[in-house]
């Protein structure tokens, strides 16, 4: 159809703005475009979609919870980027510009919009695989050029993310992972400080913090609580004992409610808490050009698992 006057002009706006929507996984049945990464008896499953941990068993010994409604942040381990946890009504500042993501049915935005991408097998190797992605969208002022690889061995599970700006501008930038792990009964403990955070209505980080001892809580607690800790973390399960180490992850989320179905734990590590585009805990800046690296690795120490088998 020929255009009217301004007709080019408008084009080119719709065109801008279309190209900044980040389309939605569909909810479908996607297991055959799966990837498996293998090393003796330890095998990842890994999907494009959201470039997602689906599940993860280290020498024969199965680690995480699937999802339970097909949504990524409610099983495996979802991958969180630009952002971690809640943006406050999806509205933040930036550089004195303010911005909106969409938001959820109670009003808040959460983890990012990668899960919402089909991201490319860039490398795909019998232990390894590394997925990458642009990721834009019209409530973010930037553009990120992202990887995250994951790596298995005979008992430990790698997780990495590389992230460039490859746009004209800064970005803020959280990024999280959020491993559900089987165990139905289970305590913590950490080898540095640990630090639990205060919240304001239920999910918002106020900055005040105090120090926390890891050992008061376990599967009988009601737990989405935000924590600052320092080296490794150790799960001892009913079934197995893990040590998650993290490299710049410096924050922990750890999750039991409702999506962890009373047979489960989320030890979520992020290098920012809830709402650090809004309360700047934890969060980077990256200028044009900037990278960062960040991830963390699952080791098994002990499956208890054959032994209690007959």
């Known amino acids: 159809m020929p255009e009217g006057p301004g007709g080019s002009k408008r084009s ?12 939605p996984v569909p909810s479908g049945d996607s297991t055959s475009s799966n990837i498996s990464i293998r090393s003796g008896s330890s095998s990842a499953e890994l999907s494009p979609e959201g470039a997602y941990a689906v599940g993860l068993s280290l020498d024969g010994t199965d680690l995480f919870k699937p999802t339970g409604d097909g949504k990524q942040q409610h099983g495996g381990a979802a991958v969180l980027i630009p952002y971690a946890g809640r943006i406050r009504k ?9 911005y909106q993501f ?7 935005s959460l983890h990012g919009f990668g899960k919402d991408r089909r991201w490319q097998v860039e490398d795909n190797r019998a232990d390894s695989v590394t997925f990458g992605a642009l990721l834009k969208n019209r409530g973010y002022p930037g553009t990120l050029d992202t990887k995250v690889k994951y790596d298995i061995g005979p008992r430990v599970f790698s997780t990495g993310c590389t992230v460039t700006n490859v746009g004209r501008r800064a970005v803020p930038f959280v990024v999280g ?4 792990f089987l165990a139905s009964e ?10 639990r955070y205060e919240l304001e209505d239920e999910f918002f980080p106020t900055g005040k913090k105090e120090t926390f001892d890891f050992a008061t809580i376990g599967a009988a607690s009601h737990l989405d609580d935000e924590f600052r ?4 973390v150790k799960l001892e399960t009913d079934r197995y004992t893990i040590v998650m180490k993290r490299y710049n992850m410096s924050y922990l989320v750890i999750f039991n409610g409702r999506q962890a179905e009373g047979k489960s734990v989320s030890i979520e590590p992020y290098t920012g ?32 698992k054959d032994r209690n088998q007959s």
Request: glycine share 12%; hydrophobic share 35%.
């Open 12 to 23: 080119k706006a719709v065109c801008k703005a279309l190209s900044s929507i980040v389309l």
């Open 90 to 98: 999806g509205r933040y500042t930036f550089e004195g510009k303010e």
């Open 102 to 108: 969409a938001t959820e049915p109670d009003g808040d």
């Open 177 to 180: 992972f959020h491993p559900y």
């Open 186 to 195: 289970w305590r913590l403990s950490a080898t540095g400080k640990v630090y």
């Open 229 to 232: 800790s320092a080296g490794t």
């Open 273 to 304: 808490l809830d709402d650090a585009f809004n309360n700047r805990i934890g969060l980077r800046v990256i200028e044009p050009g900037g990278s960062f690296k960040c991830g963390y690795d699952i080791s098994l120490i002990s499956p208890t």
